[in-house]
Every structure is written in C-alpha cells, then in structure tokens.
C-alpha cells in the first residue's frame, strides 16, 4: 500500500518555471518505476516523463529540453522541473509509481495552468 502527495501545481505566464513534487509514503520496498502523466480537457491521459529504479529516463517528445525528473536520495519523492511553459502544457499532473509488484499507485493530481 503506497500513498502519495503531490504539490508544486500553479499558474505560471509562458516561458516560466515550475518545480512539481510527489512524496511516497507507506512502502519499505523500491520502486520499479516513478513519474508523471497529464491530462488536459478533451486529451487522453498522457506520459510526460519516466525514471526507473536504475535511473534511466524517458519524455515525451513535446517537452524534450524542458522538463527534467529527478529523485532524491531516497528514491521515495520524485520531482518533475519545468521549464519554457507552454500554454499548451496546461493540464492536471498525476504523479505515479509502480511498485515492486508491478502495481501502479496513483496520486491526487496537481493543477499546472500555463497563461499566454
């Protein structure tokens, strides 16, 4: 049983920055995989960016040089840095793990609103 909390969500001009965090809580275990996903009204629910238990990476394509996911020491918070906001990056942020059995948990949601 793994619960998380999400925070770091706001409104933010274009072209500015926001740091988005997930704190875990409940698991003595690692994780098999930690990140974000997004989804705007009227858009499936989408990756933005993955990082496993050996620290590999994935984005996607849209916001490649942008955004960043990062861990801290002890791999339980994962942080998504934002960075050249595009209105079009305005969506709910879900953050994710998946746990030693395969199970995904899923986080409350963040509100990331970019204005033009």
């Known amino acids: 049983q793994v619960q998380l909390v999400e925070s770091g969500g706001g409104l933010v001009q274009a072209g500015g920055s926001l740091r988005l965090s997930c704190a875990a809580s409940g698991s003595s275990r690692g994780f098999k995989a930690m990140g974000w996903y997004r989804q705007a009204p009227g858009n499936q629910r989408e990756l933005v960016a993955r990082?496993?238990?050996?620290?590999?990476?994935n984005y996607a394509d849209s916001v490649k040089g942008r955004f960043t996911i990062s861990r801290d020491s002890t791999k339980k918070t994962v942080y998504l840095q934002m960075s050249s906001l595009k209105p079009e990056d305005t969506a709910v942020y879900y953050c994710?793990?998946?746990?030693?059995?395969?199970?995904?948990?899923w986080g409350q949601g963040t509100q990331v609103t970019v204005s033009s």
């Open positions: 994710y793990v998946q746990d030693a059995n395969w199970y995904d948990y």
């Open positions: 990082i496993t238990s050996t620290g590999s990476t």
